[in-house]
């Protein structure tokens, strides 16, 4: 039931999205997803986007086009991008354009993640380490501490790190996501995170980890504070703890 309003019992409520431009009468876990979205787009300056997916499918069949073609069709497909033209309301959800498409790869999981905690406590589990993409705390250790989760090393220079990384500590509720461009890439071998807002070649952290209340906005924001700098993600921070390592192995945390 907790997917249902995601899925659909016929196939995927973003694929008939996608496919159509327009979904009418979208499930209320459906139009709470989107919303969510939108409030940390707005909260990263459009860092995060959900409309990033034709940027996506581009890259999927990228290894058809050589590096000039690629280019100037990635300047294109950017101006499907753009969380402001997708409009949501509880009867409907469109697009502002023809083309335009998303993706829930960076919130769907902390979502998910959020809506199984719920549900494990409504059933009376009162301690126990939720993990299922995002990880999210829920009450205590056995031992009546706070959870610890170590983060992932990334880097590729292991001594760089292994002095210098701990495991971070989680109170009751609160939620840890990672993102990394280094590992999954996409078809053409372009790194599955895509900046929505302008071509990247470099990136600036090997991660990005981001703790907060609920696990939807550590997915979202640990993929939109990985194109913003320190001082940004400093600004915007609130309530929020960040982990992250940048490309020469230094660590910050905010």
Not at 1 to 20: A, P, Q
Not at 26 to 36: A, D, M, R, W
Request: hydrophobic share 35%.
């Amino acid at each position: 039931e907790i997917l249902s309003g995601l899925v659909g019992s016929e196939m995927c409520i973003r694929d008939r999205l996608n496919r159509d431009g327009i979904l009418n009468n979208p499930s209320p876990e459906f139009v709470e997803l989107l919303q969510k979205s939108k409030q940390l787009s707005e909260l990263t300056n459009g860092n995060f986007d959900v409309t990033v997916q034709p940027l996506w499918e581009l890259h999927s069949a990228g290894s058809s086009y050589s590096t000039v073609q690629l280019f100037k069709l990635e300047q294109s497909v950017r101006g499907l991008l753009g969380y402001k033209k997708l409009k949501i309301s509880s009867e409907k959800i469109s697009f502002e354009k023809g083309g335009m498409a998303i993706t829930l790869n960076g919130i769907a999981q902390g979502y998910i993640t959020d809506k199984i905690t719920q549900l494990l406590s409504n059933h009376g589990l009162t301690d126990s380490l939720i993990n299922i993409g995002e990880i999210k705390a829920l009450g205590h250790h056995p031992d009546g501490r706070n959870w610890k989760v170590a983060i992932a090393d990334t880097s590729s220079n292991k001594e760089t790190l292994q002095t210098q990384q701990k495991s971070v500590s989680l109170n009751d509720g609160q939620a840890i996501a990672t993102s990394s461009y280094l590992g999954t890439t996409i078809t053409d071998g372009t790194p599955h995170l895509l900046n929505p807002l302008t071509h990247q070649d470099e990136y600036r952290y090997q991660s990005m980890s981001v703790i907060a209340s609920d696990a939807t906005t550590a997915d979202a924001l640990s993929t939109g504070f990985s194109f913003m700098s320190i001082e940004n993600i400093r600004n915007v921070a609130t309530n929020l703890k960040v982990h992250a390592v940048d490309k020469t192995g230094h660590i910050y945390s905010v």
